[in-house]
């Protein structure tokens, strides 16, 4: 079974540039969550999808941030315009509707802003 | 908060040694996990312990769960060298709605020395 894939997988800008990063789910798995983990620290949860729909994006800095899963498949979050404090990894996870608890994590995508 | 908070922050032993980490909460959960993460990684799921079990055993991984104390406990035996990397716990609430989230905790970095 092919896991969560990222890309890239790392990634190196300005501050104030974009940067977008994309995510593969595994297959046949709806739910799809974005993670930020800076340095040090545990992985906290940006967004959460279920098919194409937003669950929770509470915690989504959405004045630069955003997000979208058209199709219900693939994932990609954006970041426009970036600080240095965005640099992190960002990592993607997904798992089954019925078992949210197993969540299967790809690479994650590792940013630096300068 | 639902975060799990692991102690020690940072383990250093010698390989063939045993390592032991905590894993306190505060909500009441449905279950626990313990994820690994090694450095540049995603995380790996290591594995769960249901509200209604004591431990649990999953080849040199003993976790026990002590849910009168809000609190886990993984234990790694006959350590190796990799085993190095990060060890986070995620108490899955029982809450219902979108309140459910994986939350983690800052982890505690084990590094075993050859």
């Known amino acids: 079974e092919a896991g969560v894939a990222q890309s890239p997988r790392y990634k190196i800008i300005e501050k104030r540039q974009s940067v977008a990063f994309w995510c593969n789910p595994i297959?046949?798995?709806?739910?799809l969550y974005w993670y930020q983990q800076i340095l040090g620290q545990g992985p906290k949860l940006l967004i959460q999808?279920?098919?194409?729909?937003?669950?929770?994006d509470s915690q989504l800095p959405k004045d630069r941030f955003s997000a979208e899963r058209l199709k219900g498949v693939d994932s990609t979050l954006k970041i426009q315009p970036a600080k240095l404090e965005d640099s992190a990894v960002y990592l993607c996870?997904?798992?089954?509707?019925?078992?949210?608890?197993?969540?299967?994590f790809g690479p994650g995508t590792r940013l630096t802003v300068l | 908060s639902q975060q799990g908070e692991e102690d020690p922050q940072a383990l250093s032993i010698q390989e063939g040694e045993n390592a032991t980490m905590n894993c306190s909460y505060k909500?009441?959960?449905?279950?626990l996990q313990w994820y690994r993460q090694n450095s540049g990684r995603g995380l790996v799921h290591l594995i769960l312990?249901?509200?209604?079990?004591r431990e649990k055993h999953s080849g040199r991984l003993r976790v026990t769960l002590d849910t009168s104390k809000k609190s886990s406990s993984l234990l790694i035996t006959a350590s190796r060298a990799a085993d190095t990397a990060s060890y986070f716990c995620?108490?899955?609430?029982?809450?219902?709605?979108?309140?459910?989230?994986?939350?983690f905790g800052s982890g505690t970095q084990l590094t075993v020395l050859p």
């Open positions: 996870a997904s798992s089954l509707p019925r078992a949210p608890h197993e969540q299967f």
């Open positions: 297959s046949g798995h709806a739910t």
């Open positions: 999808f279920q098919n194409n729909g937003v669950v929770d």
């Open positions: 909500t009441s959960i449905n279950n």
């Open positions: 312990i249901r509200s209604n079990e």
């Open positions: 995620a108490p899955y609430p029982i809450s219902s709605g979108s309140a459910r989230q994986l939350t």
